[in-house]
């Protein structure tokens, strides 16, 4: 959900190398790894759109499907805080005016280990 370099530019720098392989195979939560190939893709046009993510956060990418924008929203700050990484100031904008349009997704969380 959040790329490892994104988490690295939000914290994951000031970790030790255990906690960056543990993040980076976190499993305990589906929504911390979501694995993506062209066959999961409805299209190749959603495949492109994917590898277009990169490493952006919210504040410059968004999933294409209008429907998935209060999940990924929830998703992105659930991982953020279970791992206690920071966001800047445009990603917390962008959080917030999205979090506005989405009054009744909730948001759970347990920080990592």
Not at 1 to 29: C, I
Not at 53 to 79: E, F, G, H, L, N
Not at 95 to 109: M, V
């Amino acid at each position: 959900m959040v790329p490892l370099a994104e988490a690295w530019d939000s914290g994951a720098s000031a970790w030790t190398k255990n906690r960056r392989v543990a993040y980076a195979n976190y499993l305990q939560d589906p929504r911390h790894l979501v694995a993506v190939t062209a066959r999961s893709n409805r299209s190749n046009r959603s495949n492109r759109s994917n590898r277009s993510k990169s490493d952006q956060d919210p504040a410059t990418w968004m999933p294409p499907a209008p429907d998935a924008t209060c999940r990924y929203t929830a998703d992105w700050i659930s991982v953020k805080l279970t791992w206690n990484l920071a966001i800047d100031p445009a990603e917390h904008d962008t959080l917030a005016a999205l979090a506005d349009t989405c009054p009744d997704q909730t948001i759970t969380y347990t920080p990592a280990p």
